[in-house]
């Protein structure tokens, strides 16, 4: 059974924000609020006469507290439709919408707001400072968030508590890969958007990872997405959509959710 080392993972941190289909005090049966809202996306990249249709049509909502999971081979739109949700891109044509903020036409700056204010990123590259620490690396993010949490308690979050203080050199693979959670989560985002967050681990620590992961979404009840080609992953999900050829082929709900340390691949 993988574990973050000397911090207990079952402590929990924090009060969750929100839950996916939580349960009320009095026993009724919450129903999820729709924070994403994707109608008709369309995404055209053109370089001189040559026009390569990254989406295709893409339709998509997505749900306060969800756990998701974009599953598809390269080149199959999921980096294309993450970068538009997190504000990164704009679509050709179609509509995307994070609770009241149109993310179709909004402008650089407010789509630089909207990243700062509501998401944390987390890439399949650390993107690491390599002359700041652990905590040092975290911290530029909490200098500029509007409700950080402390940069100590973002690397206890991800089983960091007792590395806090070594540089990336200093750090494993995976290590570094928590750091970059704990950067993304310090800022307190109501959405995380991972690409690929285990594409540069071996089976063991891309696993821890995927514990941090999912520890943030539950206990957080931060709205995640993960997008990956490995299968297996997508047995952690709450939901999966499936994407090829920039198109949404499938999408299903797990009925019993995989917890990260015992999936096999």
Partial sequence: MCGFGDDDPNEPLFVPASKFNGTPSDGRKSTP??????QGVEKVYRT??????????????????EFVVLLGPSGSGKSTLLNILGGLDTPTSGTVRY??????????????????EHVGFVFQFYNLIPSLTAMENVALVTDIALHPMPSEQALKLVGLGERMHHFPSQLSGGEQ?????????????????????????????????????DRINRELGTTTVVITHNVTIASMADRVISLLDGRIVQEHRNTEKVPPGKLEW
């Fill in 33 to 38: 609020r729709s924070v994403f809202s994707a």
């Fill in 48 to 65: 001189g006469e040559v026009e390569v249709r990254a989406l295709r049509g893409v339709d998509l909502e997505l749900y306060e507290g």
């Fill in 99 to 116: 609770l009241d903020h149109d993310l179709t036409d909004g402008d650089e700056a407010a789509l630089t707001r909207y990243r700062r």
């Fill in 177 to 213: 890969q928590r750091v970059a959670i704990a950067r993304a989560v310090a800022k307190q985002p109501e959405v995380l958007l991972c690409d690929e967050p285990t594409g540069a681990l071996d089976v063991h620590t891309g696993i821890i990872v995927l514990e941090a992961i």
